[in-house]
Nanobody, 122 residues
Framework: QVQLVESGGGLVQAGGSLRLSCVAS????????MAWYRQAPGDERELVAS???????NFVDSVKGRFTISRDDAKNTVYLQINNAKPGDTAVYYCNAQIRPSLMTLKWFDYWGQGTQVTVSS
């Protein structure tokens, strides 16, 4: 079994900063892309940022220049640094990872965390 657990969400004022963390644990042989998604009430879930196993990053246009994503493979952890937060960033943030559970399988599986709420006040 694999679990992703997010932390670091909370309330922040506009212009402030927040750092989200997501730790993957359990049966893990390898992790490919790790990503953060978010979903605001009434909206579809959207990809915010992703980082591949070789460090390539990708961001949705609305967060470019304000968010950074990084990973620590020794800790099976991905981070999302939110700077200059805006009320439009308010959402539940979900961690996602593509994980190969064991050497005995070539399959990769998508796993999700339970989500962490980020609220940005104006």
């Amino acid at each position: 079994q694999v679990q992703l657990v997010e932390s670091g969400g909370g309330l922040v004022q506009a212009g402030g900063s927040l750092r989200l963390s997501c730790v993957a644990s359990g049966r893990i042989f390898n992790i490919n892309t790790m990503a953060w998604y978010r979903q605001a009430p009434g909206d579809e879930r959207e990809l915010v940022a992703s980082v591949t196993s070789d460090g390539r990053t990708n961001f949705v246009d609305s967060v470019k220049g304000r968010f950074t994503i990084s990973r620590d493979d020794a800790k099976n952890t991905v981070y999302l640094q939110i700077n200059n937060a805006k009320p439009g960033d308010t959402a539940v943030y979900y961690c996602n990872a593509q994980i190969r559970p064991s050497l005995m399988t070539l399959k990769w599986f998508d796993y999700w965390g339970q989500g962490t709420q980020v609220t940005v006040s104006s």
